[in-house]
Nanobody
Framework: QVQLVESGGGLVQPGGSLRLSCTVS????????LGWFRQAPGKGRERVSC????????YYGDSVRGRFTISRDNGKNMVYLQMTGLKPEDTATYYC??????????????WGQGIQVTVSS
């Protein structure tokens, strides 16, 4: 059974940093593409980041590129999202996800329950 569990969210001031973690279980991470999407109230899903399993490339949504960094530790079954320079518009529920057909597709396969990130002074 595939499970993804996010942690590390919370309230942070504009300009601050947070690191999200995702514990993954139920499948072999080595060849899977993993990453994050987010959803703010009243809005659709937004691409955040993807770490390609087959070739190790990293992809980012336009709004977070240069501020967020994705990493993974297959040995620990973990995926991370380091967020810096946070802005109020980054406020959303963040979901850890697998990608059904690789990062290029941005098609989400399985995802966790989500974790709230609020950026506010």
């Amino acid at each position: 059974q595939v499970q993804l569990v996010e942690s590390g969210g919370g309230l942070v001031q504009p300009g601050g940093s947070l690191r999200l973690s995702c514990t993954v279980s139920g499948f072999d991470l080595d060849y899977y593409s993993l990453g994050w999407f987010r959803q703010a109230p009243g809005k659709g899903r937004e691409r955040v980041s993807c770490f390609s399993g087959p070739d190790g490339r990293r992809y980012y949504g336009d709004s977070v590129r240069g501020r967020f960094t994705i990493s993974r530790d297959n040995g620990k079954n973990m995926v991370y999202l380091q967020m810096t320079g946070l802005k109020p518009e980054d406020t959303a529920t963040y979901y850890c996800t697998t990608f059904a057909n690789g990062c290029y597709s941005w098609e989400y396969d399985y995802w966790g329950q989500g974790i709230q990130v609020t950026v506010s002074s």
